[in-house]
């Protein structure tokens, strides 16, 4: 992990969050030297005795807060392990660290997984055995947020916090009303990617753009699906068996003939009319020709996993986290990868980013509250706060973290599609219900169940009704 010398009482928000817990909690500076205890040993009045040298003791954790509470974080797949790791090895350790600086704080880890973790939630709302932090998306923190179930996280968000955001917009996502509901560590926009002597093969390498953000259009995207297949290539999947990476098919349909997925105001659905209509009998008939396979039995896990072992020409599902974890299997199987945004109309794509962040259960307890609180502050404020960003795979949302990455080539292409980030809209009404109906109405779609007009109705009309709620 990479380490930053600065003070632990520059990102430590002791005094905002030691209220309601009856006791002040001293707090000494990560650079001071630790105390050193010095023993002589033998009478002092014998000179002729030698003395023995003077014997260093282990230095002591610095220890930031004796508070004393018990935690429970769950945590999605975010980090990428360590190669050779198992899943949750790296928070394992994250946690560890932690608790040099917190001995009497313990926290209970669980993993969960993208199929079962969602409804595990919904559960522990209504059982109310929710656990105390939980690291996850905006999307699904903001329902969270509707039912009433996650505290304030507003002693995190103070002023020079703030101004150290790299956009505003990012607010925008962490508030519900007049709360901060959740606490960011990282962004990123998802990609799709070829596989690059597939691509040199057909020809198709000499039509792409290679430079700064590497923009497209729809036309240039089609004649490089076309090549792949006369050449024998297997196309990628459109997937559409579940809500898993979502975000990458609605960046890949939304751009297509430039319709948006919500109006200017995000008081609508609004991928309709002929160009959403066009879009769909696009990809229909694309994947009628082979150049885009029907995935309405794929998941984007699926859909990544051909295009790594080389079976896939391109996946729809790309970003530095399928990038960083497959690393190895990609070299051990000579496959070389060349990202590119997804393809415009006009050439400007308007790209969906999904952003990572930390909100916590409200159980009406100040010790559990703070504590959660001191975890999440420890790993998006703390010395360690860049290692933690590169290990989601994406880059940080504070502007003094500066080029994690240090200016490797390929982080530098996810730089330069930063800007073309669209509305975040994952925080509306009911957008966890409206997902459903997206995968559902491409899968009717691509099976011909229902003409591309007659779904895209039936899907507006039911997305629609989830801004109304519940």
């Given at each position: ?34 105390d050193?205890?010095?023993?002589q ?36 797949p ?29 926290v ?60 505003s ?51 240039t ?24 990476g ?5 960046s ?90 997804y ?37 998006c ?16 949302v ?35 219900s ?37």
């Amino acid at each position: 992990m990479a380490k930053f010398g600065k003070s632990l009482v520059a990102w430590l928000l002791l005094g905002a969050l030691v209220t309601g817990c009856g006791k002040k909690e001293e707090v000494r500076d990560s650079q001071e030297e630790p105390d050193i205890q010095i023993e002589q040993e033998g009478p002092k009045e014998e000179p002729a005795q030698k003395e023995e040298p003077a014997r260093e003791e282990e230095p002591q954790a610095l220890v930031l807060s004796d508070l004393d509470a018990e935690i429970t974080w769950w945590v999605y797949p975010i980090f990428v392990q360590d190669e050779g790791g198992a899943p949750g090895d790296y928070e394992q350790a994250l946690i560890a660290r932690f608790q040099q600086y917190y001995p009497n704080i313990r926290v209970n880890l669980e993993m969960l997984d993208y199929e079962n973790g969602p409804a595990r939630l919904e559960e522990a709302i209504g059982a109310g055995t929710t656990p105390d932090v939980l690291f996850d998306e905006p999307g699904r923190i903001q329902d969270y947020a509707r039912k009433g179930a996650l505290a304030d996280l507003s002693p995190l968000f103070t002023e020079e916090r703030k101004a150290d955001l790299v956009s505003s917009e990012i607010l925008s996502a962490c508030t519900y009303g007049d709360a901060y509901v959740m606490y960011p560590l990282s962004m990123m926009n998802y990609v799709m990617a070829f596989n690059k002597q597939m691509l040199e093969t057909c020809g198709a390498m000499e039509l792409l753009n290679r430079e700064g953000a590497r923009t497209w259009n729809t036309d240039t995207f089609a004649q490089v699906l076309e090549l792949l297949n006369n050449s024998g290539f297997k196309a990628g999947s459109l997937y559409c068996s579940g809500v898993a990476g979502d975000y990458a098919t609605r960046s890949f349909l939304t751009n297509l003939y430039d319709v948006p997925l919500m109006n200017s105001d995000l008081s609508a659905y609004a991928f309709q009319g002929e160009g959403a209509v066009n879009t769909m009998q696009k990809v229909k008939e694309w994947t009628d020709q082979g150049w885009l396979l029907n995935g309405s039995g794929t998941t984007g896990a699926g859909s990544v996993e051909e295009f790594v072992k080389g079976e896939a020409s391109y996946t729809l599902l790309w970003g530095l986290p399928q990038a960083i974890s497959n690393a190895q299997a990609l070299a051990d199987g000579g496959i070389e990868v060349v990202e590119l945004p997804y393809p415009s109309q006009d050439g400007v794509p308007v790209l969906e980013y999904v952003m990572n962040g930390f909100c916590v259960f409200d159980h009406q307890d100040e010790a559990r509250l703070m504590a959660s609180q001191y975890l999440i502050d420890f790993i998006c404020n703390g010395e360690e706060a860049a290692g933690h960003v590169v290990k989601t795979g994406a880059f940080p949302v504070r502007t003094s973290l500066g080029d994690v990455y240090q200016g490797n080539e390929q982080a530098l292409f996810y730089e330069a599609i930063t800007p073309y980030s669209g509305t975040y809209y994952q925080k509306v009404q009911g957008f966890a219900s409206m997902r459903v109906y997206w995968y559902q109405m491409i899968s009717e779609v691509l099976n011909g169940e229902y003409g591309a007009k007659a779904s895209l109705e039936s899907f507006l009309e039911y997305a629609n009704d989830t801004l109304k709620g519940e």
